[in-house]
């Protein structure tokens, strides 16, 4: 029997998680997630998926993070009626994370096509709509951790302990072989969390397997161990920083873990004095409702660490917009948190317009920031960015913190890898940057893997697999290579203006500036 596995998401970049596993029985998707970053690659949400979503069997889901599993409503949509297999947790963040993904659509094609409209261009539908996630629910089948389940005919899953966010997973698949030999055994790590910490599980997984699918996110990183103690260290270092240019502090953060991990440290600090004391508003609906999920299931009511998320006097909850505009009323010191952690979708794009020209004010970023997303613009230190269309000079103080990352580190995946030892045949490199990718590919042949068992896939790449084998089959790939991994011309665009502005205002004269477009002109023209 052939199993063939291919790569349509999350290969040469971080977002877009998406696995094909088929036999002659079956075909079963791990994960179903949302490209993130450059224009281009997020482009491919709008195409028609890369199968045929009404013939799958099965939906494996390693977790709630939307470049995860961001386009369920979407294969709801295109006729597919199978089941999602999720743990509890994240089906219950999933039933929060969707029809928020769907509002955001909503307003952003919305928004979008008013422009598209202005210029004569024909409006678009957004990718799927809160009707269309709420719908999609139906679907989930919740599955507990550790126990086997038969998912589709010939093939049974098992979920472990990710220890990247409430309910994450890694997720081992067993296909059965037509002649009743063995079966091919892989896992899926989904987000492998950095382990040794004091609000999340330490990652977890089997060993004696065929092929390993693992991320590549912080391949290339080196962390230090930091206690919880530690951590809230810098923490507070970052916020007496914030508090003495004059605030406010506005953190954009991921919705799930991260706002609940920060909030919990805050809290802390404040309530021992160790930072100023000051409100604390959490500007985002999600991120409410998944604190709600985070009370009632982050750990047994007696020793819960997330029950300090309730609405007080230190932490208010900003529901809706009208509230949300009545923060740029606010005088004095005080914490905004606000999604999206990229900076790429959410009220936080709102702060950012607001605050970004300030110099009072500072913008932490807390998490991974890949290429194209405003976050990464900020982190690399752009003097000038563009929010909605509108350009806005960055003057605000830009600090990152990664001490809350969900994420291993490199030598955290490695460890990770060679726990599932023996390996019988491949260990696929995914949701990475090439250089992430590549750096993870050297630790593990330092650790004395071979080179030939360490595969990097590109965007569409697909395998035929078996036990301890895995050959590369031809395939189309939907963009280039390098177009998953950079900046595009939408970004290349954006920053042109941006420098055509400087120009012109820069020059001494009107005859000046006219000589400089008149210079544009006569190149966009071309040769006679």
Known sequence: MTIRLQFLGAAGCVTGACFLLTSAQARVLVDCGMFQGPKTLKALNYEPFPFQADVLDAVLLTHAHIDHSGMIPKLFNSGYRGPVFATPETARLCSVLLPDAGAIQEMEVEALNKRRRRVGEDALAPIFTVEDAHASLAILRPTPLNEWRDVAPGVRARFWHAGHILGSASIEVEIGEADDAAPVRLV?????????RDLTEDPQGPADVDHVIVESTYGGADRPIISPDQRRERLRKAVLAAHAAGGPLLIPAFAVE?????????????????APPGPIFLDSPLAIKASDVFLRHGGPAHDNPY???????????????????HLETVRGWHVIIAASGMCDAGRVRHHLKRLLWRPEATVLLVGYQPIGTLGRLLLDGRKVVSI?????RVRAHVDFLDIYSGHADGAGLAKWVEARKPIHGRVFLTHGEPDNLKALGKRLTAAGFAREAIEIPALDATYELRRGLAKPEHSAPRLPAASTSRLDWHNARAEFLAALNRSLAAAETDAAREALLAQLKDV????D
């Open 188 to 196: 899926f790590s989904g987000d492998v969390g950095p382990g040794g």
């Open 258 to 274: 991260r706002t609940q991990e920060l909030i919990v440290d805050l809290l802390d600090l404040m309530e021992r004095t160790l």
């Open 307 to 325: 029950s300090v998320l309730r609405e007080s006097g230190s932490l208010q909850f900003t529901e809706n917009a009208n509230e949300s505009r």
């Open 388 to 392: 909605q269309g509108d350009e806005v």
């Open 524 to 527: 966009l023209r071309g040769p």
